[in-house]
């Protein structure tokens, strides 16, 4: 039998065995991103924590790797599963001392969406944000004065598309569908 | 000065109480539509909207407790002060505790909040305190999409059938009374006013009107009269209906106190 505690040293000990096969407990930041990039959005898996943006800044400090994160919207259920992720991640790239902070300013936008994830966001079928820096100013004042989004479907193209419903599977989703092949799609809104 | 900082703390805990509690006790309220939203879209779309309130509300309860603990020596984390408080001790608004009635009652309320939750998120989005700026920074872009989605339901409903025309009309005249206190100040906000806190929610009256004016008008709806305005959700003296909704949403943690999962 093993208390708790020895068993959580155990654990930490083969942690550390498995950074030292890796070279050192420093992996470069390059590395770091890399390993990152491997950590999936929990509710859109094509697309990569670092794609959407969340992942702010990376650096290693006197105390360890220091990861900043922010979250996509306040009350994103998926946050701190994200944080888990980050975590998991680095533990494999060896790094066990990583300090994971959520900071909130500048505001997430998807303006912060790399191109590459766009195009993989409509493969998967989620027609990706427009331009979220010119919506915001004015968005939620009247909906007499502004023209609503242009939103193509992702499956056919066309530009026919009408607005459902606000909020579709997630908050950060509006459901769309399209009036020319009539099937129903999600619009990953501007924010 | 310690005792004006002290002093200025107190108020800022307070007035965060109230940012904190209004999303809160309007988050409870679409919840409690869950399961039976007139059609699923909608049904999703209260949800993800309390989501968005709750995920606010969170963040201004964390900084409340810090502010608290400055002034005390610890604070409360946001289970306590969601759970742990009775009803005068609740800050929210009187209009979001009302009870969601018809979907035109639930939309009502809903348009009434969000206009002003957008303004004074914006107006807060420039406040000294940068811990307030942050936060609200957020929140506004989120309240950007429930304004629009709620002035959306007041013009489908308003511009619709005689039914509906009517229903949306009898939500707004019931619901008129509660929407002035969102525009009076009292002596603990003004003082966060002046020191650059606060939003000045006098300034944001003529705004206000301007957008839920120029909904109404597309919906072929009548802003209601001015009346008598009923006050009080700021200083803790609520209508009837917030005991009730506290009793349902705190039962568990009052009858089996820090249950955790």
Redesign the interface.
Known sequence: MTTPEQDALAAAATQADRAAERGGMRPSLDAIWDALARVPDPEIPVVSVVELGIVRAVEWTDAGLAVRVTPTYSGCPATELISDGIRAALADAGVIDAQVTTVLSPAWTTDWIAPEARAKLAAFGIAPPGRAAARIDVAGISPLRRARDEVACPRCGSTRTALLAQFGSTACKALYRCESCREPFDYFKPH | MPGAAMSLDTHLLEYLLRLADSDLVLAQRLGEWVGKGPVI??D??LT??G??????A??WYGYAGEVEARIKGTGRDEDQFAFRRDAHEFRNLLLVEQPNGSYADTIARQFLF??WH?LALRALARSQD?RV???A???A?????????S??WV?RLGDGTEEAHGRMQAALDELWRYAGEMFVPDAAEVALVEAGIAADVRALEAPWHA?VD??LA?ATLARPPAGYVQQGGKQGRHTEHLGHLLAEMQFLQRAYPDARW
Do not use: F, T
């Open positions: 879209e909608e999703i779309a993800n909207v989501l968005d309130l709750i995920g606010q969170r963040l969000d206009h957008l940068a700026a942050e936060i920074a957020k929140g872009k989120e309240s950007a999409y429930h304004a629009e989605r002035s959306d013009i957008a120029a909904v597309e």
